[in-house]
């Protein structure tokens, strides 16, 4: 149903730009691959909007890594495993754990200027940590702060070039290698750019939903690419809500940062009724899956569409100097942290599944690399432990640069028939508005395929899912149309995944198999173009 280019296009026909490494999608994961990777090549960077705009952007917590003396990488570790559910690759928790200190300690040398106290830098505590192990930036505007320092070294480096508003359409692959990406420019021009090596860092699928923490670039583009080009995608199934999103009329879907629950704030019911008790003995501090379902059921048990964070306990001074982003965001909407209480419910936040990779952040396809959160690196598990998207973001692009070095010169091979089966199929047709498209989807979703999920809703919402392929069959030429395919194809891959898997674990959650089954599901869920879903075995 999912063909490999979204497009027809002839190679020979288009000009063509070579580059040693092409760098897809901005945020810390592409920044900082590229700063890394420059030292050595010359780097293209594209990003559809600017160097600023990405999920980093708005990570409000932190990045976690060891730091004080109390705390050790096996606590760290065995954190994360807890949190992952059974699904975590323990190598690759390894490698977080013992190298993100030092890539905290790279950032700092970049210049970005997190948060001291007495002399020593900051760390806080946030849900299923046993440590204060997070770092934070301007109280709670850390992805911003390191964004701001990663993009300035960027834009000075002679070794980087950036092209903003430029849109990827699709990896370029030759005898099962990625040889670039086919580029579309913002005047609808289409360039090929030839890469020794391509790095997806794309960021993450919060588009699929209509209630999502994600800026509006968050339409599963690398993902969906990626599965277009054969590249093996793990784990779809396992999308993290974040718990306490802004839930006020007129107001976004502003992410109210679990730092403020480490902080110490309660969740209360309509009634004012703190509720965490029933649910987990870690209170508002549980994993991010449990404290999430914990407050649909309170929501559906006072016929509300919200719960209440209270953290008005707490000194103003502190709330003041430690959120000043959420505070002045509430505000905004006549609320104050320091005497109200703060209307809340989930939203889509973050993806753990994504392209399957090595330890050194390869793809299943030689010279494809992944990075951050469109990649499945098998840090996450089955649920990511709060703030360690940031750190694993730094380790395997450290990565990625290393194994980067050691792939030989691309001997691109004459492609002479790129679309040997698609080249002119496609023809214009007048369709229903992409808006209209796209928000029935993301309806959908949030309806069939959200926190609680069970057979017959995964299955209505695929018999939906497939009756929309036929955008696949229209001559697309704007973004937007784009994003809608890669955003179809991410929900039939999220869709199919939750359906194979007849458990509960982590982020998914079936109410016909409410139970975690590890005798039966204690492996993961692999998903390739034209293949059925195959299961593999924890290593």
């Known amino acids: 149903m999912i063909p490999q280019y979204l497009v027809d296009f002839d190679l020979s026909?288009?000009?063509?730009?070579?580059?040693?490494?092409?760098?897809i999608g901005s945020g810390i994961a592409g920044l900082y691959t590229a700063i890394r990777a420059s030292k050595h090549n010359q780097v293209l960077m594209i990003t559809k909007k600017s160097l600023l705009e990405s999920n980093t952007r708005y990570a409000q917590g932190g990045i976690a890594a060891v730091i004080a003396e109390d705390d050790s990488p096996a606590y760290h570790l065995?954190?994360?495993?807890?949190?992952?559910?059974?699904?975590?690759?323990?190598?690759?928790?390894?490698?977080?754990?013992?190298e993100g200190p030092?890539?905290?300690?790279?950032?700092?040398?970049?210049?970005?200027?997190?948060?001291?106290?007495?002399?020593?830098l900051a760390l806080t505590q946030e849900g299923a940590h046993s440590h204060r192990r997070i770092l934070h930036a301007n109280g709670d505007a850390t992805g911003y702060e390191i964004v701001r320092a990663l993009a300035a070294q960027a834009s000075a480096h002679s070794g980087i070039e950036v092209w903003d508003e430029h849109f990827v359409i699709d990896l370029?692959?030759?005898?099962?290698?990625?040889?670039?990406?086919?580029?579309?420019?913002?005047?609808?021009?289409?360039?090929?750019?030839?890469?020794?090596?391509?790095?997806?860092c794309s960021g993450g699928a919060g588009q699929l939903y209509r209630y999502t923490t994600n800026p509006e670039v968050a339409t599963a583009d690398g993902v969906a690419m990626a599965y277009r080009a054969g590249a093996v995608i793990r784990d779809m199934e396992f999308i993290q809500f974040h718990p306490t999103s802004l839930c006020y009329p007129g107001?976004?879907?502003?992410?109210?940062?679990?730092?403020?629950?480490?902080?110490?704030?309660?969740?209360?019911?309509?009634?004012?009724?703190?509720?965490?008790?029933?649910?987990?003995?870690?209170?508002?501090?549980a994993p991010r899956d449990i404290v999430a379902r914990a407050i649909v059921s309170e929501m559906e048990a006072t016929n509300s569409t919200f719960v209440y964070l209270d953290i008005t306990h707490e000194s103003a001074e502190l709330i003041k100097h430690r959120f000043p982003t959420i505070y002045e965001t509430c505000m905004r909407y006549g609320l104050d942290m320091t005497t109200d209480w703060i209307p809340v419910a989930p939203a889509a936040h973050y993806m753990m599944g994504g392209v399957k990779t090595d330890l050194n952040g390869e793809s299943s396809?030689?010279?494809?690399?992944?990075?951050?959160?469109?990649s499945s690196?098998?840090?996450?598990?089955?649920?990511?432990?709060?703030?360690?998207?940031?750190?694993?973001?730094?380790?395997?692009?450290?990565?990625?640069?290393?194994?980067?070095?050691?792939?030989?010169?691309?001997?691109?091979?004459?492609?002479?028939?790129?679309?040997?089966?698609?080249?002119?199929?496609?023809?214009?047709?007048?369709?229903?508005?992409?808006?209209?498209?796209?928000?029935?989807?993301?309806?959908?979703m949030v309806r069939q395929v959200g926190l609680r999920r069970n057979g017959a809703s995964l299955q209505g919402a695929l018999d939906k899912l497939e009756m929309e392929m036929d955008i696949f069959n229209y001559l697309l030429t704007h973004k937007e149309e784009m994003e809608y395919a890669n955003l179809l194809t991410c929900a039939w891959l999220v869709t199919s995944g939750a359906l194979h898997r007849?458990?509960?674990?982590?982020?998914?959650?079936?109410?016909?198999?409410?139970?975690?089954?590890?005798t039966a599901w204690q492996k993961h869920s692999l998903q390739q173009r034209e293949q059925a879903i195959v299961e593999e075995l924890m290593s």
């Open 13 to 23: 026909q288009l000009p063509a730009v070579e580059t040693d490494v092409l760098v």
């Open 78 to 98: 065995q954190d994360t495993l807890v949190a992952g559910a059974g699904l975590c690759r323990r190598e690759a928790v390894e490698a977080l754990v013992n």
């Open 102 to 120: 030092d890539g905290v300690q790279e950032l700092i040398r970049l210049g970005t200027l997190f948060d001291v106290e007495n002399g020593e």
């Open 172 to 200: 370029i692959t030759d005898h099962g290698e990625c040889v670039g990406a086919l580029v579309q420019k913002s005047n609808g021009e289409k360039v090929f750019v030839k890469a020794r090596a391509t790095v997806l």
């Open 251 to 285: 107001a976004p879907r502003f992410l109210v940062s679990e730092a403020v629950r480490g902080e110490g704030a309660f969740l209360r019911n309509i009634k004012g009724e703190r509720f965490m008790e029933r649910y987990h003995p870690q209170l508002e501090l």
């Open 365 to 374: 396809i030689g010279r494809l690399f992944a990075c951050g959160e469109v």
């Open 377 to 444: 690196t098998g840090v996450h598990g089955a649920n990511r432990l709060a703030s360690n998207s940031l750190s694993e973001a730094i380790v395997f692009g450290h990565r990625i640069f290393e194994r980067i070095q050691t792939l030989p010169p691309l001997n691109l091979i004459q492609i002479k028939k790129p679309l040997p089966h698609s080249v002119g199929n496609r023809e214009w047709e007048e369709q229903q508005p992409i808006s209209e498209r796209r928000l029935r989807l993301q309806k959908m």
């Open 502 to 518: 007849q458990e509960s674990r982590g982020a998914h959650y079936r109410e016909d198999y409410p139970l975690r089954d590890d």
